[in-house]
């Protein structure tokens, strides 16, 4: 399709040759070429598949849309496609419209407009199939407001009894048929019921379907993608996997949707193959266009999403795996280790960050601890009251910082349950014994101490490949140092766990812990406590497993094409600034060669790229980060260079701005505010894509096509 003109019956080519020129990557000058160019099969392509694989010679523009010299021929922004001869032969009887039409023509074609306008009003819709849709419509409306509001379906005390309409729904159809609703009037005079549960289900089925086929449209329009996952939920006592996507869209800014759940139940080849399936032919996603994954889940469903990221990537291997942004690479590591310790530590944290985010008084208790054990230390005390006002259970410090408040914090729970002044309730007191039975196990200190020293290991570099785009790209050229690191740890394993364990065993006496072998393992081998020594125990069974891991994890999160797209933020003038003695490597940007549109001409760009950004005039301001770049009006001029932006605009390694990663904040808040019983997967959907642009009509219609049954279901 490159290589010859997108009119149909074009003759360039055959005697007088005429240059190609691209379709145009803005959504309306594409709309107005493939309208001009009058053929059907163009109108519903998106602005980039015209733009890659479509062109309109220059015989179609006038000659004032045409900048020419003697080297090169190019386009005027504005230019439009406007001269188009009728054929000599026309084919398949089909003819060509010329370039003007008559007045004969006019005057018809305007005939042709009255007669079916006409004939539109005397199809008239009868009184019954009207009043059913009004009905309808009053159904999903009130629907769409309890999605988007967060209201759940059901209230407190409602009977799971089926055929039982849920409290909500029910006393929202009330409110709204006292309100002067004649339609759900007419219905519960007639039925005694405004709707049945089997038809509420309908209406949720449709509302669902409707507002993901809005997303993927959406999403099919800009290209490719990438899949992003979190830790998995339990909706109505099963597991579900939620899914977002993300991508670049026309206007060049990254976005982020939610798509829904994913059943997580099975195990194995079996449940990948059932996801990639629900995705591929339930969703209509491509995943051909998919070029990155990340995944967030932790512990025991770690294992499960890890053989769902290899059978993505065994179909498509494009799909690079990666870190994702909005969790940090310690606390990933940390989550994807399925160690009964390392678990203790990540569950105790969240209960940590539940504990004391639940009032200012209990901060202030914890402050006051610090301020116990830091009595001649002002600055550092003030540090950590500093750190704990903040949730630091998230922090890429996480563990050092745990490490440095551990006696603090017994403290201070131990204080709180004692609850000697009566200051807190059962609840709080009931909570902060649990964190108390947790800091005091050894297990938790060591596995702590360990995660603390392993880690600091990746800590720096965690924290540049998530900052800006300059560290981003010192991150990318500096993990080999990591590994190397990481490596002399597993080489000198004895060493190493000898300090960390007398650290731990220090740190527990301070606490008055007890050094022990934990009991479900002296159970399990049916062993008495002196029988297996502490200190050989978390060598084999904690350190060695844990510096494995974390050397594995960091290799998969990194692959050398991983690493190759975020060098190429070399490319952002931010960076050549900072290196420009060095001109962009050509062998990092291959890693896009399937994506690239002019691979002959990419050499010559990048250079030209390079001298635009590395000569700038004196007083020029450079964009500071990806999201200025691709914003860029001149970017256009640079369509290689604007096809790698825009593909490393889709890493879920990098972060995104905050005004374009609504979607995870949506989905945090609902999680967050919404009880386990009253949480449902249609309406979270509705809920996070509330401003995808659907309408109650196209809702009714859905709902009329699919169930053309107009008699209440039981």
């Given at each position: 399709?490159?290589?010859?003109?997108?009119?149909?019956?074009?003759?360039?080519?055959?005697?007088?040759?005429?240059p190609?020129?691209?379709?145009?990557l803005?959504?309306?000058?594409?709309?107005?070429?493939a309208?001009?160019?009058?053929?059907?099969?163009?109108?519903?392509?998106?602005?980039?598949?015209?733009?890659?694989?479509?062109?309109?010679?220059?015989?179609?523009?006038?000659?004032?849309?045409?900048?020419?010299?003697?080297?090169?021929?190019?386009?005027?922004?504005?230019?439009?496609?406007?001269?188009f001869?009728?054929?000599?032969?026309?084919?398949?009887?089909?003819?060509k419209?010329?370039?003007?039409?008559?007045?004969?023509?006019e005057?018809?074609?305007?005939?042709?407009?009255?007669?079916?306008?006409?004939?539109?009003?005397?199809?008239?819709?009868?009184?019954?199939e009207?009043?059913?849709?009004?009905?309808?419509?009053?159904?999903?409306?009130?629907?769409?407001?309890?999605?988007?509001?967060?209201?759940?379906?059901?209230?407190?005390?409602?009977?799971?009894?089926?055929?039982?309409?849920?409290?909500?729904?029910?006393?929202?159809?009330?409110?709204?048929?006292?309100?002067?609703?004649?339609?759900?009037?007419?219905?519960?005079?007639?039925?005694?019921?405004?709707?049945?549960s089997?038809?509420?289900?309908?209406?949720?089925?449709?509302?669902?379907?409707?507002?993901?086929?809005?997303?993927?449209?959406?999403?099919?329009?800009?290209?490719?993608?990438?899949?992003?996952?979190?830790?998995?939920?339990?909706?109505?006592?099963?597991?579900?996997?939620?899914?977002?996507?993300?991508?670049?869209?026309?206007?060049?800014?990254?976005?982020?949707?939610f798509?829904?759940?994913?059943?997580f139940?099975?195990?194995?080849?079996?449940l990948?193959?059932?996801?990639?399936?629900?995705?591929?032919?339930?969703?209509?996603?491509?995943?051909?266009?998919?070029?990155?994954?990340?995944?967030?889940?932790?512990?025991?469903?770690?294992?499960?999403?890890?053989?769902?990221?290899?059978?993505?990537?065994?179909?498509?291997?494009?799909?690079?795996?990666?870190?994702?942004?909005?969790?940090?690479?310690?606390?990933?590591?940390?989550?994807?280790?399925?160690?009964?310790?390392?678990?203790l530590?990540?569950?105790?944290?969240?209960?940590?960050?539940?504990?004391?985010?639940?009032?200012?008084?209990?901060?202030?208790e914890?402050?006051?601890?610090?301020?116990?054990?830091?009595?001649?230390?002002?600055?550092?005390?003030?540090?950590?009251?500093?750190?704990?006002?903040?949730?630091?259970?998230?922090?890429?410090?996480?563990?050092?910082?745990?490490?440095?408040?551990?006696?603090?914090?017994?403290?201070?729970?131990?204080?709180?349950?004692?609850?000697?002044?009566?200051?807190?309730?059962?609840?709080?007191?009931?909570?902060?014994?649990?964190i108390?039975?947790?800091?005091?196990?050894?297990?938790?200190?060591?596995?702590?101490?360990?995660?603390?020293?392993?880690?600091?290991?990746?800590?720096?570099?965690?924290?540049?490949?998530?900052?800006?785009?300059a560290?981003?790209?010192?991150?990318?050229?500096?993990?080999?140092?990591?590994?190397?690191?990481?490596?002399?740890?597993?080489?000198?394993?004895?060493?190493?766990?000898?300090?960390?364990?007398?650290?731990?065993?220090?740190?527990?006496?301070?606490?008055?812990?007890?050094?022990?072998?934990?009991?479900?393992?002296?159970?399990?081998?049916?062993?008495?406590?002196?029988?297996?020594?502490?200190?050989?125990?978390?060598?084999?069974?904690?350190?060695?497993?844990?510096?494995?891991?974390?050397?594995?994890e960091?290799?998969?999160?990194?692959?050398?094409?991983?690493?190759?797209?975020?060098?190429?933020?070399?490319?952002?003038?931010?960076?050549?600034?900072?290196?420009?003695?060095?001109?962009?490597?050509?062998?990092n940007?291959?890693?896009?060669?399937?994506?690239?549109?002019?691979?002959?001409?990419?050499?010559?760009?990048?250079?030209?790229?390079?001298?635009?950004?590395?000569k700038?005039?004196?007083?020029?301001?450079?964009?500071?980060?990806?999201?200025?770049?691709?914003?860029?009006?001149?970017?256009?001029?640079?369509?290689?260079?604007?096809?790698?932006?825009r593909?490393?605009?889709?890493?879920?390694?990098?972060?995104?701005?905050?005004?374009?990663?609504?979607?995870?904040?949506?989905?945090q808040?609902?999680?967050?505010?919404?009880?386990?019983?009253?949480?449902?997967?249609?309406?979270?959907?509705?809920?996070?894509?509330?401003?995808?642009?659907?309408?109650?009509?196209?809702?009714?219609?859905?709902?009329?096509?699919?169930?053309?049954?107009?008699?209440?279901?039981?």
């Amino acid at each position: 399709m490159q290589n010859q003109c997108a009119v149909p019956y074009c003759t360039n080519g055959k005697s007088d040759p005429q240059p190609l020129f691209r379709f145009p990557l803005d959504p309306e000058r594409s709309k107005k070429w493939a309208e001009k160019c009058q053929r059907e099969d163009l109108i519903d392509k998106s602005p980039d598949v015209l733009f890659r694989y479509y062109r309109v010679c220059g015989k179609h523009f006038q000659t004032s849309s045409v900048d020419s010299d003697a080297q090169s021929t190019v386009l005027k922004d504005d230019a439009i496609p406007t001269i188009f001869d009728a054929p000599s032969q026309p084919q398949n009887g089909q003819g060509k419209r010329s370039k003007e039409m008559t007045k004969d023509d006019e005057v018809s074609a305007k005939g042709r407009k009255k007669i079916k306008k006409s004939a539109n009003e005397d199809v008239e819709t009868p009184p019954e199939e009207q009043e059913y849709k009004e009905y309808l419509k009053s159904l999903f409306e009130v629907l769409v407001l309890l999605g988007e509001q967060s209201i759940p379906l059901t209230g407190p005390g409602d009977s799971k009894q089926e055929g039982l309409v849920s409290r909500n729904f029910q006393t929202l159809l009330e409110y709204r048929m006292n309100c002067g609703d004649e339609a759900l009037k007419k219905r519960y005079d007639a039925n005694k019921e405004f709707c049945s549960s089997a038809r509420l289900s309908r209406l949720i089925e449709v509302c669902e379907s409707c507002i993901r086929d809005k997303v993927m449209e959406e999403v099919k329009q800009n290209g490719c993608f990438s899949l992003l996952t979190d830790d998995v939920v339990k909706i109505s006592g099963e597991w579900y996997l939620p899914v977002f996507l993300r991508y670049v869209d026309q206007s060049n800014f990254q976005r982020e949707r939610f798509v829904g759940f994913l059943s997580f139940e099975g195990d194995g080849d079996a449940l990948a193959e059932k996801m990639l399936s629900e995705m591929t032919d339930k969703w209509g996603l491509d995943m051909g266009q998919c070029r990155g994954q990340a995944h967030s889940c932790c512990g025991t469903h770690f294992h499960k999403i890890k053989r769902f990221a290899a059978k993505l990537m065994e179909t498509n291997p494009a799909a690079v795996l990666t870190l994702r942004s909005t969790r940090t690479l310690n606390l990933s590591l940390a989550n994807s280790l399925a160690l009964s310790g390392v678990q203790l530590v990540m569950s105790t944290f969240k209960k940590i960050d539940s504990f004391f985010s639940q009032s200012p008084l209990l901060q202030l208790e914890l402050e006051h601890a610090i301020a116990i054990f830091y009595p001649d230390r002002e600055e550092k005390a003030k540090e950590l009251k500093a750190i704990c006002g903040t949730s630091w259970t998230k922090r890429h410090d996480a563990f050092e910082v745990a490490v440095e408040i551990l006696e603090a914090m017994l403290l201070c729970v131990d204080s709180v349950h004692d609850n000697e002044d009566m200051r807190w309730n059962d609840q709080v007191t009931n909570n902060a014994l649990e964190i108390s039975k947790a800091l005091a196990d050894f297990e938790f200190v060591m596995s702590l101490v360990v995660l603390k020293n392993v880690l600091s290991l990746t800590q720096a570099f965690g924290k540049n490949v998530q900052g800006k785009a300059a560290d981003v790209h010192f991150a990318a050229n500096s993990l080999k140092a990591v590994l190397l690191s990481l490596k002399e740890v597993q080489d000198n394993i004895d060493v190493y766990h000898e300090f960390w364990n007398d650290e731990a065993v220090n740190l527990a006496t301070a606490m008055e812990i007890s050094v022990r072998v934990p009991r479900s393992f002296l159970r399990k081998q049916q062993s008495e406590p002196g029988d297996i020594r502490p200190e050989n125990y978390y060598k084999e069974h904690l350190t060695v497993p844990m510096v494995k891991h974390v050397i594995r994890e960091i290799n998969e999160l990194f692959c050398e094409d991983h690493l190759k797209a975020l060098r190429c933020l070399v490319l952002l003038p931010i960076v050549i600034e900072q290196h420009k003695s060095t001109e962009p490597d050509e062998e990092n940007v291959q890693v896009f060669k399937n994506d690239i549109h002019n691979a002959a001409s990419l050499s010559a760009e990048l250079h030209c790229w390079w001298v635009k950004w590395s000569k700038r005039g004196r007083g020029e301001t450079l964009p500071s980060d990806l999201r200025e770049t691709l914003q860029l009006p001149d970017v256009k001029f640079f369509p290689n260079m604007l096809t790698v932006l825009r593909r490393i605009g889709l890493l879920p390694t990098l972060a995104l701005e905050d005004s374009c990663d609504v979607a995870y904040k949506r989905f945090q808040t609902y999680m967050e505010n919404t009880a386990e019983k009253f949480r449902s997967k249609s309406l979270a959907l509705l809920n996070m894509n509330h401003d995808v642009g659907y309408d109650l009509d196209s809702l009714v219609d859905v709902y009329m096509k699919t169930y053309p049954d107009r008699e209440d279901v039981s």
